[in-house]
């Protein structure tokens, strides 16, 4: 999947919006792009270096994961108990990427406030 393909997805899911907040930190060394539901991040990403994406994943399924896929790991710049990291274009096919995308934006719509 490359990046275009991923942003279009992300950006179909309902009520999903998508800035680059994080900019002014990182000064000008790279551009994260960052999709929203309901004003909460469900996952983010390097613009200038599409190569993995941290996404938002329930704590329960994180070791199954990891264990199943050598491209799934610890998440840039994301709290290792809530998101993790997924190498594009790797063991993780496009269909299951899609999935674990699904799953974060419904974790994120769903969560009680």
């Known amino acids: 999947m490359n990046i275009e393909e991923f942003r279009d997805y992300c950006l179909s899911l309902p009520c999903v919006t998508e800035a680059t907040p994080f900019e002014k930190f990182s000064k000008g060394r790279f551009t994260i792009l960052v999709f929203y539901v309901s004003g909460h991040m469900f996952c983010y990403f390097n ?67």
């Open 47 to 113: 613009i200038d270096d599409f190569k993995f994406i941290t996404i938002k994943c329930d704590p329960e399924q994180m070791t199954e994961l990891k264990e199943r896929y050598q491209a799934i790991g610890e998440p840039f710049n994301g709290d290792k108990r809530y998101w993790i990291s997924v190498e594009v274009n790797s063991d993780v096919d496009d269909n299951t990427l899609k999935l674990l995308v699904m799953q974060s934006y419904q974790l994120v719509k769903n969560r009680k406030r």
